[in-house]
């Protein structure tokens, strides 16, 4: 039950990482706390951070490519779309190694990618406004980087909110 185990606990940190508001500033810090974590880890990523009417802010570190530029986007897309975090999307899927949504569906793939690390910007009051993405690590890692720098930004307990290991 690992998968239903993941998805309660994205639920939960989806419950709880919530702004009450939420700025430029806000993304300049987050950003900046995700590129140091990269920077001290040495992790090749991409993170950005959207607003659903424009972009806040952009990183890269070594060992990225153009195609990480291209998930962030897709996987901000996933989080407008269907309103929870990209991994959660991937979590209640079957499992599926093209990366596709169902064809049910009918979103173009090339907007649209099931693959964990792009959370939601959720407002008091205002709902989902946007997304925080990271893309260069397996998924659930890119998940982890971005709840990790979101619940530390908030003041919430990282350790309670964050992903068993794997085993």
Not at 119 to 139: H, M, Q
Request: net charge negative.
């Amino acid at each position: 039950m690992a998968t239903a185990d993941d998805i309660a606990k994205v639920l939960e940190q989806e419950r709880a990482l919530v702004f009450d508001t939420f700025d430029d500033d806000a993304a300049f810090a987050i950003g900046s706390a995700i590129r140091e974590r990269a920077i001290s880890d040495k992790l090749g990523i991409v993170c950005s951070i959207v607003l659903w009417d424009r972009p806040l802010f952009y990183m890269t570190r070594p060992g990225t490519t153009a195609d990480n530029a291209d998930w962030v986007r897709r996987k901000a897309n996933v989080v407008k779309r269907f309103q929870k975090s990209s991994y959660r999307m991937v979590l209640e899927q079957l499992p599926r190694e093209d990366r596709l949504l169902p064809e049910a569906r009918a979103l173009p793939p090339e907007d649209y990618v099931l693959a964990g690390g792009g959370f939601p910007i959720r407002v008091n009051g205002a709902g989902i406004i946007g997304a925080v993405v990271v893309s260069g690590l397996p998924e659930r890692q890119d998940h982890a980087v971005v709840v990790a720098a979101i619940a530390g930004y908030l003041g919430r307990d990282t350790a309670a909110l964050a992903l068993a290991l794997e085993p």
